[in-house]
């Protein structure tokens, strides 16, 4: 089945700095890539997805990029502010339309 | 619209008791999902619903069931609970990718 990696799992950084959390998954049938925010004591939300037929994706200050070949994807906060401090999880569905499959999630913190 | 709700929002069970924790929707999504969220692992499947009377196993199911019966409620049981089943434990639902999660269950086992 679909495992999910992420990296780091913490990160701080200053704020206006970016911030730049990186995923791997091991099964190259993926086509849907969804990255979650959760802020504390919060539940997940969705921020932004991809799919397998994009090599990148900007909404705002948030972007995602996808390498298929090296099955790897990466969510890129610019301009960070201390609103953004939150774990962020990646996750990806596998062979599977009907699940996806989370990564172990990365803490950002912002620093004013 | 309510969106995702979950039923209790906190409980304290002794190891052995059982308990079901209820999930409902109001957006007429055809697929559930109840997740537990650890330190450092991330959000678990437990098991999922592609539809009413459908259930299937997702990545941790061992201890707990799981019923279907109407579309827009999805529940997830614990015959016998044990201290490492504490967790936090989130319904989602969805019928087209992005999933809508509810606001989290804390057990704990003692």
């Known amino acids: 089945g679909e495992n999910v990696e992420q990296h780091p799992s913490t990160l701080s950084v200053q704020e206006g700095d970016s911030a730049v959390i990186k995923c791997t998954y091991s099964?190259?049938?993926?086509?849907?890539f969804p990255w979650y925010k959760q802020e504390l004591g919060k539940r997940p939300q969705l921020i932004i997805d991809?799919?397998?037929?994009?090599g990148e994706k900007k909404d705002q200050r948030i972007a995602v990029t996808l390498n298929k070949t090296a099955k790897h994807f990466s969510l890129h906060i610019t301009e960070t502010q201390p609103e953004d401090s939150a774990v962020y999880f990646c996750?990806?569905?596998?062979?599977?339309?009907?699940?996806?499959?989370f990564g172990p999630g990365t803490s950002l913190s912002v620093i004013p | 619209n309510a969106g995702v709700t979950q039923t209790p929002k906190f409980r304290v069970l002794k190891t052995g008791q059982s308990m079901t924790l209820l999930c409902a929707q109001d957006?007429?999504?055809?697929?559930m999902y109840w997740y537990r969220q650890d330190p450092g692992m991330g959000l678990r499947l437990i098991h999922y619903?592609?539809?009413?009377?459908?259930?299937a196993k997702g990545e941790v199911p061992d201890g707990y069931n799981v019923s279907r019966l109407k579309k827009q409620n999805f529940l997830l049981g614990l015959e016998s609970a044990a201290p490492s089943q504490t967790s936090v434990y989130f319904c989602?639902?969805?019928?087209?990718?992005?999933?809508?999660f509810g606001p989290g269950t804390r057990l704990t086992v003692l």
């Open positions: 989602a639902s969805t019928n087209v990718n992005e999933q809508f």
């Open positions: 991809i799919r397998s037929n994009v």
């Open positions: 099964d190259s049938a993926s086509n849907y």
């Open positions: 619903s592609v539809g009413e009377g459908t259930t």
């Open positions: 957006m007429n999504h055809e697929y």
């Open positions: 996750a990806a569905d596998g062979t599977s339309y009907d699940k996806v499959i």
